[in-house]
T-cell receptor, first 115, second 113 residues
Framework: DTGVSQNPRHKITKRGQNVTFRCDPI?????LYWYRQTLGQGPEFLTY????????KSRLLSDRFSAERPKGSFSTLEIQRTEQGDSAMYLC?????????????FGPGTRLTVT | GESVGLHLPTLSVQEGDNSIINCAYS??????FIWYKQESGKGPQFIID?????DKRQGQRVTVLLNKTVKHLSLQIAATQPGDSAVYFC????????????FGSGTQLTVLP
């Protein structure tokens, strides 16, 4: 499968614990995006990278959320001191910015449950 | 704040009929719009996009119409098939390409046999 992959697919954690999710984009894609999706709602943009540069992070939900893309390939999203309200699906997408085409391809998501 | 919204949360159509899913947006600065399909347990899948300098774009069995006067977007699916059953989202962006997409809350399309 050469699409966007995310790991783990499911994560159950206790409130207060830290969690980290990984996203592997389509290999030649230079942009990588993180979204959060709660039940019955559309995805909510969190942050994005162009190569290793994080170009927008003001939409991260709080300072407990952080993301990295150290080598411009895979990315991680970390949530510190998780709260029950963090329970959601976390989606990653990637795109290739050539010729104005910037279609975002989404991964299957990581479903987080905070108990 | 300004956001993208959908008129109907659910839509049921008979197999073979045409489907129309509507979306209203309120940010007049939005200039790029995308429709996504999301099946249960999967991430959103790109269907079709349209830029604000167009009012219609056609793909395979799908057509997107954009009415900037009333800030309305629609997705038409021809000859709806069971595999079309999913949640459909419209998304918008400012800046002419998909960067910080703002999604609506979605319409559940159910295709009846």
């Amino acid at each position: 499968d050469t699409g966007v992959s995310q790991n783990p697919r499911h994560k159950i954690t206790k409130r207060g614990q830290n969690v980290t999710f990984r996203c592997d984009p389509i290999s030649e894609h230079n942009r990588l995006y993180w979204y959060r999706q709660t039940l019955g709602q559309g995805p909510e943009f969190l942050t994005y990278f162009q190569n290793e540069a994080q170009l927008e992070k003001s939409r991260l939900l709080s300072d407990r959320f952080s993301a990295e893309r150290p080598k411009g390939s895979f990315s991680t999203l970390e949530i510190q001191r998780t709260e029950q309200g963090d329970s959601a699906m976390y989606l990653c997408a990637s795109s290739l910015t050539i010729g104005g085409q910037n279609e975002q391809y989404f991964g299957p998501g990581t479903r987080l449950t905070v108990t | 704040g300004e956001s993208v919204g959908l008129h109907l949360p659910t839509l049921s159509v008979q197999e073979g009929d045409n489907s129309i899913i509507n979306c209203a947006y309120s940010n007049s600065a939005s200039d790029y719009f995308i429709w996504y399909k999301q099946e249960s347990g999967k991430g959103p899948q790109f269907i079709i996009d349209i830029r604000s300098n167009m009012d219609k774009r056609q793909g395979q069995r799908v057509t997107v119409l954009l009415n900037k006067t009333v800030k309305h977007l629609s997705l038409q699916i021809a000859a709806t098939q069971p595999g079309d059953s999913a949640v459909y989202f419209c998304a918008e962006n400012i800046g002419g390409s998909a960067r910080q997409l703002t999604f609506g809350s979605g319409t559940q399309l159910t295709v009846l046999p």
